[in-house]
């Protein structure tokens, strides 16, 4: 896996009584009527969903809170090492070839090869009763239910919360009722839903929020320049004849949180929260840490937040869902990654030079005999978090990113995807104070690999994760992978059997995603740029012990507003298609479906024959045009962020370099380029940050007072 590259282009058991009442009044039916596919008509067809199907949850006794514990952070401390070497491979059957420019032939006379696909793992749905139990633990490299019968989580990430809407997206258009039910029937049988620490802290009661504002500048409802985005057009659910959001109208973020978690574990979905970044905006956290500042004494209200902030708000969180049994697990921070701030660009920004460096910034345990940094060591405060939760709920999951660099036995420095690499837990595991609670989540994209062999890739994803899920290891631990998806707006970018360049001119995403899918579903395939089979961590027949977990990025149809703290600007209007969303611009249907049959039916085996029958994704953008930022009303800002150039772009408009899809680096036919500005406490972009959601001077005259909820 070369590691010359920085980049990003794009900023997801139990019984029938699980099921609330709800259901059965509005049955799920929206998006099945959108599918053109017949191999995804009807969307319920047993043998395709029966996955998700299965997993639905039954009630059982609220666990009762016990009160937090001072954390243990019990840890094994050893000098940092190479991943070991997983056992010696060997062949199997379950092997699957792409299409390579010296075998395609013409689409109308190809028919899919007759190799093996494995298809996701049925677990079959407990009938004793204390298999009903809500919460889930871990035995060796799985996740099971009350009984330790294997569970998957086949889930997808629904942001918002995370965002400066302090609400998940999309409710605009439909109710959170209708999305949830949406996403049940499209097959997902679990939610990760990102949160900011500034929601947690500012937590406004949404549909009484004024105009949507950050440093003097205002989103506007979409078609319009002048017209103010309030909360209460957050929450119109317009498209909806069928239900509303009025149950929301006056709830703080928070409770608002609460309402959609409860609802979605009423119909059986497992959930699973995300601290996703500190304040409210877009993206991983910009310096790659849990937090803006170690000393935020005498800063304005939410604008800084310590190690500390990040705990109590945990705290805050935790406390408010303890009794709550359809919480599943908790992230306990979105995609720590290690970045030098003081270099502007390059790969000394992303990847150290040397051990002082490594433990400077982001890092995962020691590294050649120089002393640790307790306050950028990311296993310690992981551990603290985890134990912390588990002090207030014995039984959620405890859910840890990777980072995104680590120290590699020939004395360089890997540089990996935010949140991808995980090899310093052979050396320096993560325990907590509750065994079987912890899940280990690597997050990929395809920047990090996509100009790769399939056996480059491999290799990367063994290193990086997948040894840790080989049975029979003292580190040996589920992985689920919390972040992973592709672009939407054609086919070819979710399969292609045709590499892209240097060795093919196939589409690169697409040949990235089917990849990592065949990795995904524990399966072995033929790299033919090299006549080589490529097979998953382990060894044959089990290898990585069964498919891994994972939840997609993501279900939105479309942006929630989020502030560019690089430009000083809003980096998305309201409204925006997200063009890696499985729901379409209008969050009515699936954008491609496609997609759907690649995360359900499996990956492709000859992606030209399934391409060449395959629905066409949804038009490219929803029914309201989003206004430009040039038209958008914008007071004077007090304050202007100094830019950084763009960096150097390749023939496909890509960076060069190698990093996240969704922070950092952007390019668009309208915006140009975005990139942070490396600060690490950021305080240098708070600006007059007090009234993010206060009416500034424009627009105060035409603030929102609390709105009348619809009926």
């Known amino acids: 896996m070369p590691h010359n590259v920085v980049l990003v282009d794009h900023n997801g058991g139990g019984a029938i009584s699980r099921v609330g009442a709800d259901e059965t009044a509005?049955?799920?039916?929206?998006?099945?009527?959108?599918?053109?596919?017949?191999?995804?008509?009807?969307?319920?067809?047993?043998?395709?969903?029966?996955?998700?199907?299965?997993?639905?949850?039954?009630?059982?006794?609220?666990?009762?809170?016990?009160?937090?514990?001072?954390?243990?952070?019990?840890?094994?401390?050893?000098?940092?090492?190479?991943?070991?070497?997983?056992?010696?491979?060997?062949?199997?059957?379950?092997t699957a070839t792409v299409d390579t420019p010296a075998t395609a032939q013409p689409t109308s006379s190809l028919t899919p090869a007759a190799t093996t696909t494995v298809l996701p793992t049925?677990?079959?749905?407990?009938?004793?009763?204390?298999?009903?139990?809500?919460?889930?633990?871990?035995?060796?490299?799985?996740?099971?239910?009350?009984?330790?019968?294997?569970?998957?989580?086949?889930?997808?990430?629904?942001?918002?919360?995370?965002?400066?809407?302090?609400?998940?997206?999309?409710?605009?258009?439909?109710?959170?009722k209708t999305i949830v039910h949406r996403i049940k029937t499209l097959g997902f049988n679990a939610l990760r839903i990102p949160f900011s620490n500034e929601m947690v802290e500012r937590d406004p009661v949404v549909s009484t929020l004024g105009s949507i504002c950050h440093q003097d500048s205002c989103v506007p409802v979409p078609g319009t320049t002048t017209t103010p985005l309030t909360g209460s057009f957050l929450l119109a659910a317009i498209s909806d004849t069928v239900r509303s959001n009025s149950d929301l109208y006056g709830l703080d973020a928070l409770h608002v949180l609460k309402q959609i978690v409860d609802y979605a574990g009423r119909q059986g979905l497992y959930v699973i929260l995300d601290d996703h970044r500190s304040e409210a905006a877009w993206g991983p956290q910009e310096d790659g840490l849990w937090y803006t500042s170690t000393d935020c004494t005498g800063a304005a209200p939410y604008t800084c937040y310590a190690p500390q902030s990040w705990l109590n708000d945990w705290q805050t969180v935790g406390s408010l869902l303890a009794t709550d049994p359809y919480v599943t697990g908790m992230d306990v921070r979105n995609e720590p990654h290690w970045v030098n701030p003081t270099v502007p660009g390059g790969p000394?920004?992303?990847?150290?030079?040397?051990?002082?460096?490594?433990?400077?910034?982001a890092h995962w345990g020691s590294c050649g005999g120089v002393q640790d940094n307790p306050s950028t060591d990311w296993p310690q405060a992981a551990a603290q978090a985890g134990d912390e939760l588990l002090g207030i709920n014995a039984s959620w999951l405890i859910i840890v990113e990777g980072g995104s660099t680590y120290p590699q036995s020939d004395g360089t420095f890997s540089q990996d995807g935010w949140g991808e690499n995980l090899q310093g837990v052979a050396s320096d595991p993560i325990t907590l104070s509750v065994p079987g609670r912890l899940v280990y989540s690597p997050h990929d994209y395809a920047n990090y690999d996509k100009d790769d062999t399939v056996t480059d890739m491999y290799n990367a994803w063994t290193r990086n994760f997948g040894f840790l899920a080989v049975p029979g290891y003292p580190f040996s631990a589920p992985l689920w992978v919390g972040e992973f998806g592709t672009c939407a707006d054609r086919n070819t970018c979710i399969m292609d059997g045709t590499p892209g360049p240097p060795y093919g001119n196939g589409d690169k995403y697409g040949w990235w995603f089917n990849t990592f899918r065949f990795y995904e579903e524990n399966q072995c395939l033929m790299d033919t740029t090299t006549n080589s089979q490529a097979c998953p961590a382990g060894s044959s027949p089990s290898y990585m012990g069964g498919p891994l977990s994972w939840a997609y990025w993501p279900v939105n149809g479309t942006f929630s507003d989020a502030w560019s703290y690089a430009q000083a600007r809003w980096r998305n209007c309201y409204g925006n298609r997200e063009g890696w969303g499985v729901a379409d611009g209008d969050w009515d249907a699936p954008s491609a479906p496609l997609v759907l049959q690649s995360l359900f039916s499996g990956p492709s085996s000859n992606p030209a024959a399934t391409l060449a029958v395959a629905t066409p994704p949804s038009s490219p953008w929803p029914t309201g045009a989003c206004v430009s930022y040039s038209n958008a009303p914008v007071p004077t800002p007090t304050a202007s962020a100094t830019p950084t150039p763009c960096p150097e772009a390749d023939d496909d408009g890509d960076i060069k370099g190698k990093h996240d899809r969704k922070a950092h680096f952007h390019f668009d036919d309208d915006e140009g380029c975005e990139q942070d500005n490396g600060d690490t406490d950021h305080e240098s972009n708070h600006f007059d940050a007090t009234d993010r959601r206060g009416t500034p001077p424009i627009a105060r005259a035409a603030a929102a007072s609390r709105s009348t909820p619809p009926t």
């Open 26 to 94: 509005f049955p799920h039916r929206e998006w099945t009527y959108n599918f053109r596919s017949a191999i995804l008509v009807p969307a319920l067809v047993a043998g395709m969903l029966a996955p998700a199907v299965s997993q639905a949850r039954g009630h059982s006794p609220l666990v009762v809170a016990r009160p937090p514990t001072a954390h243990s952070a019990v840890r094994a401390l050893a000098p940092a090492a190479a991943t070991p070497t997983p056992p010696t491979t060997t062949t199997t059957t379950a």
């Open 122 to 176: 049925t677990t079959v749905t407990p009938t004793a009763t204390g298999c009903a139990a809500p919460y889930l633990h871990t035995s060796g490299s799985h996740i099971v239910n009350a009984c330790g019968t294997p569970v998957r989580l086949q889930a997808v990430n629904w942001y918002g919360f995370d965002s400066n809407d302090f609400v998940a997206a999309g409710l605009h258009y439909w109710s959170y």
């Open 348 to 361: 000394a920004r992303w990847r150290p030079s040397s051990c002082a460096a490594y433990v400077h910034y």
